[in-house]
């Protein structure tokens, strides 16, 4: 064990939903929290980089400042204080997860519960459905989790350590508990299982590639008016009809870009007119042209 090994965070927040938005509203009942490396200063991890050193193998993960639960007496030592996240059945609760390490990417599940993610980086994203996301070193996601188990026992919420040697690395894992008010006893048994790709990134990739915002609705009624530096407002929606969605279907006048600009429309620039109505303004202006023009004369 590297004596100047860093610990990892994983900090969340959970949150109750009370509207047919789900992310709406929320009770915030979970401290945000991060963790400090072992107590050693910042400025010797710096050193050790710029002097080309290797970290070493993190001494844990930790879930909001707390150590894992014992879910494994061989590996977790008695009298670790750990997390525990209380929620009520029927409820769906918004989860922030932050990856607040300083240089291993971490997997993150919680045992029988689907993620729905919804935002990442502080912008909505397409909702999409998860057993386990990678999470980076920096990187932030919003799930929405809707409990919606038997509640027989507590479940597992696991951060575990992404492209190592797991045999190695088995005791560098997360583990904080989700308690149902009307559990029926502790967690136990194995902890969910890790995507089983141990030195293959393309899964974690793929799962990275996947997320995307769902824009469409940016305007073009005043295109032609348009200036460099003006604001557009967008409004992201779920195409998939998840949550509160509000919008109509996409406008004729809408802009495609990217992989997506052979289904543009010829558009008509703001302002612009038919010949004929053209025509008619002109005819308009020169006859009261005139008539001014004969007023003066008259005087």
């Not at 879910?71 to 009298?79: E, R």
């Not at 996301?133 to 799930?143: A, E, M, N, P, R």
Request: glycine letters at 8%; a negative charge; aromatic letters at 10%.
């Amino acid at each position: 064990m590297a004596a100047l090994a860093p610990l990892l965070a994983v900090a969340f927040l959970a949150a109750a939903a009370h509207a047919a938005d789900p992310f709406a509203f929320f009770d915030w009942d979970v401290t945000y929290m991060t963790a400090s490396p072992l107590g050693v200063p910042q400025q010797h991890l710096r050193k050790m980089l710029d002097d080309g050193k290797e970290l070493g193998m993190p001494d844990g993960v930790l879930m909001n400042g707390k150590g894992p639960y014992r879910y494994n007496d061989s590996l977790v030592p008695a009298g670790i204080e750990y997390e525990t996240i209380r929620v009520e059945p029927g409820k769906t609760y918004r989860f922030r997860v932050h990856n607040v390490g300083v240089s291993t990417s971490l997997n993150f599940r919680i045992q029988n519960h689907n993620l729905a993610l919804v935002e990442t980086e502080g912008s909505y994203t397409m909702k999409q459905n998860f057993t386990n996301l990678d999470i980076h070193v920096g990187q932030s996601y919003s799930f929405l989790v809707t409990m919606d188990q038997n509640a027989s026992s507590d479940y597992y919420i696991v951060a575990s350590a992404r492209f190592v040697n797991e045999s190695l690395w088995t005791r560098v894992t997360g583990v904080a508990i989700l308690q149902y008010s009307n559990s029926k006893g502790k967690a136990s048994g194995p902890l969910p299982d890790p995507p089983n790709d141990e030195y293959d990134k393309t899964f974690s990739m793929n799962q990275a590639r996947s997320i995307s915002p769902g824009f469409w609705n940016v305007r073009t009624e005043n295109l032609d008016t348009w200036y460099l530096g003006q604001e557009t407002y967008i409004r992201v929606v779920d195409p998939n009809g998840g949550y509160n969605v509000t919008e109509v279907v996409a406008p004729d006048n809408m802009l495609y870009c990217g992989l997506l600009k052979d289904k543009q429309k010829a558009q008509k620039p703001h302002g612009s007119s038919s010949s004929a109505a053209a025509a008619k303004l002109n005819n308009y202006l020169l006859a009261v042209l005139v008539s001014l023009l004969a007023l003066a004369l008259g005087h």
